[in-house]
């Protein structure tokens, strides 16, 4: 089974951010990447300023901090991946952009090296079609946010090797995840289950049922959730919960997937949620 001592992440942003981190605090050394090196600086900055509030907290070591930073590599795409054990992209959901980007990972990382993508819901099989190694490429659906999230979803494209599948169940769990295993479906596992509830608390909130507040007090309170749907879709982002409808939509073609006007709307005013400072709910920068 090929052991994975390098990771390489592609997108330094909240989620592939969160990837490197783990990873790092695993033990495993990381080369993160963007489209630009200083866009992948950026992204060690956020990891260095939240494992410093860790440590003022008293919830880690300052040498384990110090460790985990150090293992952390910002580098160029796509030339730093290039030395990789298994690279994760984790960017926007948009098709054309990852199999552009898997197309050039493909090409800088080195033979035997394994294509991972932290998509939610597109079409593992489609993307390994994408590269010259199909059976190497696999998702890893990480949850967010990822630190604190224990699930990884591991999704096997038509392709995927026993030994690819086996190498990233293993990486998993040296990085302290739980994984379940999902068939290449649209929206996986969870996704599958998650955006419908999400969208129909929109088309509630759209039809006036309630206000964002009760109906997230309702799910709250009454399915014993840790969080609403409306809330959870502000932390998602608007705009990942749209693209995902969209892909359940069309991939599915039932009337259920169909995203809500309202979710569209937000989505198109720049409403995103948290990122955004806006979304169902306001919020401070």
């Known amino acids: 089974m090929t052991e994975i001592k390098t990771l390489g992440v592609l997108g330094a942003g909240q989620m592939g951010a969160g990837i ?20 992948a600086q950026k992204g060690k900055d956020k990891i260095a300023a939240f494992l410093s509030r860790a440590v003022e907290k008293g919830k880690m070591d300052g040498k384990a901090r110090d460790a985990a930073l150090a293992r952390i590599v910002p580098v160029d795409h796509p030339a730093g991946l290039a030395d990789v054990d298994l690279a994760v992209e984790a960017v926007s959901e948009n098709e054309t952009l990852k199999l552009r980007l898997f197309a050039e990972m493909d090409g800088a990382a080195r033979p035997g090296a394994i294509l991972a993508s932290n998509t939610s819901s597109i079409s593992i099989t489609k993307i390994a079609a994408a590269t010259r190694r199909p ?51 649209p929206g996986f596992i969870v996704n599958r289950v998650l955006i419908p509830m999400l969208n129909e608390a929109c088309f509630a909130l759209q039809e006036g049922i309630g206000t964002a507040e009760d109906i997230d007090r309702g799910i709250v309170l009454g399915l014993n959730h840790p969080m609403g749907p409306l809330a959870l879709a502000d932390l998602v982002g608007l705009d990942t919960c749209l693209a995902i409808a969209e892909v359940l939509h069309k991939e599915i073609g039932e009337d259920k997937y169909r995203p809500c006007p309202l979710l569209r709307n937000y989505v198109a005013a720049g409403w995103l949620g948290r990122k955004a400072g806006r979304g169902f709910y306001a919020y401070s920068q």
């Open 20 to 39: 490197a981190q783990v990873a790092a605090e695993a033990g495993i050394d990381v080369r993160l990447a963007d489209s630009t090196r200083e866009l």
């Open 135 to 185: 059976e190497r490429v696999i998702g890893m659906h990480f949850m967010n946010p990822v630190p604190l999230m224990k699930l990884v979803e591991v999704i096997r494209g038509l392709q995927t090797s026993d030994e690819t599948y086996a190498a990233v169940i293993d990486l998993a769990g040296r990085m302290g995840k739980a994984t379940v295993t999902s068939k290449d479906s």
